[in-house]
């Protein structure tokens, strides 16, 4: 069973460009959240799409932007980039909205360094 | 209040030895307590995960012990090996996918 696949593994881009990150999930897994990992702020949430649609978003500026589209697949975007985005990205997929506890499995990420 | 604490920072142990993490919360709402091992170039793994109405729980070399009055639970690697050797974290659910995690711990089984 193939786990979360992230793409593209690495990125660089410079200060001021947008970035589109993709997630795609576990087969059969419908729930698909985002983390950005740095080594000051640690894990931090993004935000959770289901069914097409974000149910939660964490504490994070109009500049981080996610959807899903119908086959679950998810992308995240970060317009105007800063210095302080560059971070490892997360995405975990899950069966569904009913808890962390059933299935919950992170992909390995994308490493994006903002130049 | 959504954070979670977690010490120590970094742990050095030796092979054999007990590694111990511990963590505390705040909110109450919580109802299910992971924990995850990174390796380097890794997203976490889940290792294991205990809900409140449980006080300990064992998988292996592995034990999380929970204690609801205290709002603390701890991790405790048994016979730590090299292989264990990465960053650990706890981390909260209230009954969603958003997890809210500790601050990691950089485990260092010496051989």
């Known amino acids: 069973k193939a786990g979360v696949t992230q793409t593209p593994r690495y990125l660089i881009k410079t200060r001021g460009q947008q970035v589109t990150l993709s997630c795609s999930p576990i087969?059969?897994?419908?729930?698909v959240s985002w983390y950005q990992q740095t080594p000051g702020q640690g894990l931090q949430f993004l935000f959770e799409?289901?069914?097409?649609?974000?149910?939660n978003k964490g504490n994070f500026p109009g500049r981080f932007s996610g959807r899903q589209f119908s086959n679950s697949r998810s992308e995240m975007n970060v317009s105007t980039l800063e210095l302080g985005d560059s971070a490892l990205y997360l995405c975990?997929?899950?069966?569904?909205?009913?808890?962390?506890?059933?299935?919950?499995?992170f992909g390995s990420g994308t490493r994006l360094t903002v130049v | 209040q959504q954070q979670v604490k977690q010490s120590p920072q970094s742990l050095i142990v030796q092979k054999g030895g007990i590694s111990i993490i511990n963590c505390a919360y705040e909110?109450?709402?919580?109802?299910?307590f992971p924990w995850y091992q990174q390796f380097p170039g890794k997203g976490p793994a889940l290792l294991i995960a205990?809900?409140?109405?449980?006080s300990e729980k064992k998988e292996g070399r592995f034990t999380i012990s929970f204690n609801k009055s205290a709002k603390q639970f701890s991790l405790h690697i048994m016979d730590s090996q090299p292989g264990d050797s990465a960053t650990y974290f706890c981390?909260?659910?209230?009954?969603?996918?958003?997890?809210?995690f500790g601050g990691g711990t950089r485990l260092m089984v010496k051989p």
């Open positions: 975990a997929s899950s069966l569904g909205p009913q808890g962390a506890g059933y299935g919950y499995t």
């Open positions: 087969s059969g897994h419908r729930s």
């Open positions: 799409y289901f069914s097409e649609t974000q149910r």
């Open positions: 909110n109450t709402a919580f109802d299910y």
């Open positions: 205990i809900r409140p109405d449980v």
């Open positions: 981390a909260a659910s209230m009954g969603g996918n958003m997890l809210t």
